[in-house]
Each structure stands twice: as C-alpha cells, then as structure tokens.
C-alpha cells in the first residue's frame, strides 16, 4: 500500500468545523483512500472511504483533489467524543485482502 | 448484530510461554485479520486469514502465527513470549470482496503483558 503523510496533532474548538488533511503524492489509481479514528482504549473504527468524487456520511465528509494525491477529512461540527487519533489509509481494491497499513495518523484535540 | 468479539480482553503472561488469542467476526464476514499496536511502532499488521488461508502476512518472526477455522473464528497464537511481545492485539474483519472496497470492522482488542 502506498504511504501516506499526515500532520502528528491538531487542536479544534468544540463544535467548530475540523479540517484532517492527508498527502498521498504517491496514490496509484486502485488505491481507495481511508479514513479511521481510534478512540481512547478503543479499537480502530472506520470513518469514511472514496475512490475520486467527495464523499459524504452521518459522521463526517471526504474531500479529494483533483489529481487525488491529498485528501482531507472533514469533521462539520467537532465534539468532545471525536477526540481521537485520525489515520489515512490507502487501500489497494485489486487486492481484496484485509490488510490495512496504518501510519502515525492524527491526534485531534478538543477544546471545550 | 454482533460486532467483533476478542476475547480474552486483558491477559498476563510470563516470558517463555506460549499465547492463543481469540476473534468472532462479524456474521458472514471471511476475512479476519491480526493487528498489534505498542507505544512504539504504533499499529502493525500480523496476518489476513480468508477462508481459513492466510491470504497476507506482516513482518513478524515465525512465532506469531495463526489459523481460522471453516465458521470464519480465528486465533492467534505467540510462543516463546518476550517481553517486547506486550502489546494490544486487535482482531478486524472484512468482507473483502476482489475489486470491492469494503470497510474493516475492529474488535476491543486483547491487552497482553508479558512479565
């Protein structure tokens, strides 16, 4: 799986917007882009996934450039519950298998 | 319905002895995969087991190893213990259909300390 980059830490306020951004400069055309968060004392849990367009869900939005080497993680109204750390992962969809490469992802902060 | 199950949740162990660790996937889900995460090297990935094959493998010596069996459960086993080998063990599974992304359901995990 291609590598990933993201920052190490961010800060939000509670329920302002959060914006999570992620560089895949290396990204290869099968490559979905994933998103998970670990809670504390919790396992991983998925949080969105895209191919090209933006996407979005009940828990947050994916937006893509363009050219899909970076994407960015979108969290519209941060609470206390979201802090966690935030990890970008590319997933190969021609291998169908399970593996996941996790790197250092994000720890978000919220401030109440 | 069920989530993914681990059991058991926390479990010390001496060094030298040998471990078996337990994961119920999520209702018809094949594939079950093996992860460990320390404070150090973060999370890592162990081994993929898909229809009782391993389908992909980490880099991880020869005394982390695995199995599934035909109702898709997995155990992982750790002879040898070291005391580097203490660590969250966390179990996800997958549908993981060729040429379909799908997303990877992770269990609370096994916290294992070796003394």
């Known amino acids: 799986d291609a590598k990933t980059t993201q920052p190490n830490s961010m800060e939000s306020n509670e329920e302002e917007p959060v914006h999570l951004p992620c560089n895949h400069s290396?990204?290869?055309?099968?490559?979905?882009i994933h998103w998970y968060r670990q809670l504390p004392s919790q396992g991983p849990e998925y949080v969105i996934h895209?191919?090209?367009s933006n996407v979005n869900n009940r828990m947050a939005s994916l937006a893509i450039a363009e050219d899909r080497k970076s994407s960015t993680l979108i969290l519209h109204r941060a609470t206390l519950r979201d802090a966690a750390v935030y990890y970008c992962?590319?997933?190969?969809?021609?291998?169908?298998?399970?593996?996941?490469?996790f790197g250092g992802g994000t720890r978000l902060m919220v401030k109440p | 319905k069920a989530g993914v199950t681990q059991t058991p949740r926390y479990l010390i162990k001496t060094r030298g002895q040998q471990v078996t660790l337990s994961c119920s996937p999520i209702s018809g889900h094949r594939s079950v995969s093996w992860y460990q995460q320390t404070p150090g090297q973060g999370l890592q990935f162990l081994f993929e087991?898909?229809?009782?094959?391993?389908?992909n493998k980490g880099n991880f010596p020869g005394r982390f190893s695995g199995r599934q069996f035909s109702n898709s459960r997995s155990e992982m086993n750790v002879s040898t213990l070291e005391l580097g080998d203490s660590a969250l063990y966390l179990c996800?599974?997958?549908?993981?259909?060729?040429?379909?992304?799908?997303?990877?359901?992770f269990g609370q995990g096994t916290r294992l300390t070796v003394v």
């Open positions: 087991y898909f229809s009782e094959t391993q389908r």
């Open positions: 290396t990204i290869s055309g099968t490559d979905y």
């Open positions: 992962i590319l997933r190969d969809v021609e291998n169908a298998g399970n593996m996941l490469t």
């Open positions: 895209g191919l090209t």
């Open positions: 996800a599974s997958s549908l993981a259909v060729r040429g379909y992304d799908t997303e990877a359901f």
